[in-house]
């Protein structure tokens, strides 16, 4: 069941790290889709939501504004890196097992060409490999209208057991 999500605008909205180990990864993952946890403070802020949840699979859909803008009037780099960052680091959580976080290491981000302001995208993050103590996606932000691509990206996430 789908609720409206709430953003997160204080600390205490988010779940403790104690109730974050209480469940796996992907039923993390699920829970934020489905609107039972909030998604970050930062997805408001740039504009992108949740919108697939798979094992090794995740993606957003957003829209690029003029808040989004460097001095020149385009997309900052910035919001495609978050936007990559947050799909393909948010694959690697769905194969993270209870008990277990993660964060982003590195990432590296390729982009293509320019997102019009207002071009709907989705960005997706696919897990190539999810280890012990490693995880690795990949990622595209495409035109959510005609699949364009505009950028590709690549991560390595470190898994951390409770207590490490």
């Known amino acids: 069941m789908t609720q409206t999500p709430k953003i997160a605008t204080t600390p205490a909205d988010l ?6 180990l209480e469940i796996s990864g ?8 489905d609107g039972l946890i909030a998604p970050p403070p ?5 504009n992108y939501a949740v919108e697939v949840v798979e094992p090794s699979r995740v993606t957003f859909r957003g829209t690029p504004l003029f808040d989004h803008t ?19 680091a948010c694959a690697v959580m ?6 277990s976080v993660y964060t982003t290491l590195e990432y590296k981000v390729n982009i293509t060409r320019p997102i019009p302001l207002g071009t709907e995208i ?10 012990r103590s490693t995880g690795i996606a990949n990622g595209e932000i ?7 691509l ?3 990206g690549s991560t390595t996430c470190i898994i951390m057991a409770k207590g490490t």
């Open 122 to 131: 989705i960005a997706e993050g696919v897990v190539s490999h999810a280890g």
């Open 70 to 88: 460097n001095p020149m009037g385009t997309v900052h780099g910035g919001w495609y890196g978050t936007l990559l960052d947050s799909a393909m």
């Open 94 to 99: 769905t194969c993270v097992p209870k008990g």
């Open 142 to 148: 495409r035109g959510a209208a005609d699949g364009k």
């Open 42 to 46: 930062i997805s408001g802020g740039l």
């Open 26 to 33: 992907l039923e993390f993952m699920e829970r934020m889709r």
């Open 15 to 20: 779940p403790s790290l104690a109730q974050v």
């Open 150 to 152: 505009y950028a590709t």
